[in-house]
């Protein structure tokens, strides 16, 4: 009767043992901030490139007549629907 119960237990503490491993392994991964880090940096580094991108648009469209402006977002929006089209097309 002793021998099953000596087996479980071994059994019983080897997973107990792997599950502290486990769990110590979550612990040192979760407290691992470099990953959340450089994600901050690469969006503070785009809410920065947009920002200044805004802002240059904002200024040619305070120095531009309404015509220039009419033909640029014209153009722009023409390229894109010739774009889609043709992707759509070929695709």
Do not use: W
């Given at each position: 009767?002793?021998?099953?119960?000596?087996?479980?237990?071994?059994?019983?503490?080897?997973?107990?043992t792997s599950l502290k491993?486990?769990?110590?392994?979550?612990?040192?991964?979760?407290?691992?901030?470099?990953?959340?880090?450089?994600?901050?940096?690469?969006?503070?580094?785009?809410?920065?490139s947009v920002k200044r991108?805004?802002?240059?648009?904002?200024?040619?469209?305070?120095?531009?007549?309404?015509?220039?402006?009419?033909?640029?977002?014209?153009?722009?929006?023409?390229?894109?629907?010739?774009?889609?089209?043709?992707?759509?097309?070929?695709?």
């Amino acid at each position: 009767m002793n021998d099953p119960n000596e087996r479980r237990l071994e059994t019983l503490s080897g997973q107990i043992t792997s599950l502290k491993n486990i769990t110590y392994d979550i612990y040192t991964r979760a407290s691992d901030y470099s990953h959340i880090d450089r994600a901050n940096e690469g969006f503070s580094g785009l809410s920065d490139s947009v920002k200044r991108t805004t802002n240059g648009f904002f200024r040619v469209v305070r120095n531009a007549g309404r015509r220039s402006i009419f033909t640029t977002v014209l153009a722009i929006v023409g390229s894109v629907l010739i774009f889609y089209y043709l992707c759509k097309y070929f695709l």
